[in-house]
């Protein structure tokens, strides 16, 4: 199983601020990675696919680069709505797997 | 609109079964595959299972293979995971996602509790 490994576990931003999420594969996953956020009570909401490729919707200010085992997801400018956790997300192999997630606090 | 109603979650003792489905309106539901994920309370996402389209491909994870079965109805637009032998640490908020690999859409998730 191919495991992913997020840091840091929690990061705190004041709001303006860039942010920048890392996620380790145990093995090479090439770009097959996805980033997800996930706010309270909701259910997460696709942010980035093929590594680098933004959701539809997506505002600019979100980029993701990486490509085998190191992947980084980059949010230039915080926002209020951007506090959240983030999810790396494998899908070069079976079994899907999800990373530990990021928690983006307010500093 | 899109959207992915998740239902049958509910209080379960250990051993016991329970049958959770997926429904799917807004868009052309046999034309994409369907995953379910589920996230234990205060936890990170774990993926469960994924049936494809006409269901000729399906997996599980290892933590409930033999125990969980998916299947899909493309003419109701639903999706169906049928869980056996449930344990306390299939306790969990149960998604179901649609996309053949990343998650594009979510539903809301049906809370399955399994306690004595």
Same mark, same amino acid.
């Given at each position: 199983?191919?495991?992913?490994?997020?840091? %840091?576990? &929690?990061?705190? $931003?004041? %709001?303006?601020?860039?942010?920048?999420?890392?996620?380790?594969?145990?093995?090479? $996953?090439?770009?097959?990675?996805?980033?997800?956020?996930?706010?309270?009570?909701?259910?997460?909401?696709?942010?980035?696919?093929?590594?680098? &490729?933004?959701?539809?919707?997506?505002? %600019?200010?979100?980029?993701?680069?990486?490509?085998?085992?190191?992947?980084?997801? &980059?949010?230039?400018? *915080?926002?209020?709505?951007?506090?959240?956790?983030?999810?790396?997300?494998?899908?070069?192999?079976? %079994? *899907? &797997?999800?990373?530990?997630?990021?928690? $983006?606090?307010?500093? | 609109?899109?959207?992915?109603?998740?239902?049958?979650? #509910?209080?379960?003792?250990? #051993? #016991?079964?329970?049958?959770?489905?997926?429904?799917?309106?807004? +868009? =052309? +539901?046999?034309?994409?595959?369907? /995953?379910?994920?589920?996230?234990?309370?205060?936890?990170?996402?774990?993926?469960?299972? +994924?049936?494809n389209t006409a269901a000729t491909t399906i997996?599980?994870?290892?933590?409930?293979?033999?125990?969980?079965?998916?299947?899909?109805? /493309? =003419?109701?637009?639903?999706?169906?995971?049928?869980?056996? /032998?449930?344990?306390?640490?299939?306790? =969990?908020?149960?998604?179901?996602?649609?996309?053949?690999? =990343?998650?594009?859409?979510?539903?809301?998730?049906?809370?399955?509790?399994?306690?004595?």
């Amino acid at each position: 199983e191919i495991v992913l490994t997020q840091s %840091p576990a &929690t990061l705190s $931003v004041s %709001p303006g601020e860039r942010a920048t999420l890392s996620c380790r594969a145990s093995q090479s $996953v090439s770009s097959h990675l996805a980033w997800y956020q996930q706010k309270p009570g909701q259910a997460p909401r696709l942010l980035m696919h093929d590594a680098s &490729t933004r959701a539809a919707g997506l505002p %600019p200010t979100f980029s993701g680069s990486g490509s085998g085992t190191d992947f980084t997801l &980059t949010i230039s400018s *915080l926002q209020s709505e951007d506090f959240a956790v983030y999810y790396c997300q494998q899908y070069h192999d079976w %079994p *899907l &797997t999800f990373g530990g997630g990021t928690k $983006v606090e307010i500093k | 609109q899109v959207e992915l109603v998740e239902s049958g979650g #509910g209080l379960v003792k250990p #051993g #016991g079964a329970l049958r959770l489905s997926c429904g799917g309106a807004g +868009f =052309a +539901f046999s034309d994409y595959s369907i /995953n379910w994920v589920r996230q234990a309370p205060g936890k990170g996402l774990e993926w469960v299972s +994924f049936i494809n389209t006409a269901a000729t491909t399906i997996k599980y994870a290892a933590s409930v293979k033999g125990r969980f079965t998916i299947s899909r109805d /493309n =003419a109701k637009s639903s999706v169906d995971l049928q869980m056996e /032998n449930l344990r306390v640490e299939d306790t =969990a908020l149960y998604y179901c996602a649609r996309g053949e690999v =990343a998650f594009e859409f979510w539903g809301r998730g049906t809370l399955v509790t399994v306690s004595s």
